[in-house]
């Protein structure tokens, strides 16, 4: 009887914890950003997405040109003025929150291989894990516009000294 009320309580708190994972980091499609420990080691710029008057824009930002931006998108490579764009999202990095709240799960259920230790141990590790997991939940990888400027925006594009003459923008790719 008192196991029974120990899992159903575990239960509980594993369902809890799955709910905190599914927290509000934002994000950009897998493999189209790096993880923070990956970011110096890419060339590519980051995830913008805005929207155009007509339709929601997301893409890779390759670089600027006088007062246009230019953003690949299905591989495509699209020019916008930035005149016309009142907000603006760009994501740089992607955290690894989910990765730290699904390990602190598993690291959970692997308590109850600890007998009555468990009254111990559980906490410790949803305690620690959680806290490690909400850091990453909150750490900042991403800028608005207009809250930063089209320049903060150009030192995460592709080309951030600008989009050159002499690429070949049909050989771009995502």
């Known amino acids: 009887m ?3 009320q120990i899992l159903k309580n575990l239960a509980i708190l594993l369902m809890a914890f799955g709910l905190l994972a599914c927290g509000s980091a934002i994000k ?13 080691e890419t060339a590519n710029g980051g995830w913008l997405t805005f929207y155009d008057g007509s339709q929601e824009i997301s893409g890779e930002l390759i670089g600027f040109k006088d007062d246009s931006l230019f953003v690949l998108s299905n591989q495509k490579l699209l020019s916008y003025s930035q005149n016309n764009i009142q907000n603006a999202r ?20 692997f308590t109850l291989s600890n007998g009555m230790l468990l009254i111990f ?12 997991t909400s850091g990453e939940y909150k750490r ?10 089209w320049t903060e925006f150009q ?12 690429i070949d923008r049909k050989e771009l790719e995502l």
Do not use: H
């Open 155 to 166: 030192k995460f594009s592709r080309f951030p000294q600008g989009l050159l003459d002499t």
């Open 28 to 40: 950009a499609p897998k493999g189209s950003v790096p993880t923070l420990d990956k970011i110096s």
């Open 90 to 109: 760009m994501v740089f990095y992607n955290t690894k929150a989910d990765n730290y709240a699904i390990w602190t799960g598993v690291n959970s259920l």
């Open 140 to 149: 900042l990888n991403y800028m608005d516009f207009p809250d930063y400027s």
């Open 121 to 132: 141990t559980l906490p410790i590790n949803l305690i620690v894990g959680g806290a490690v």
């Open 2 to 4: 008192y196991t029974e």
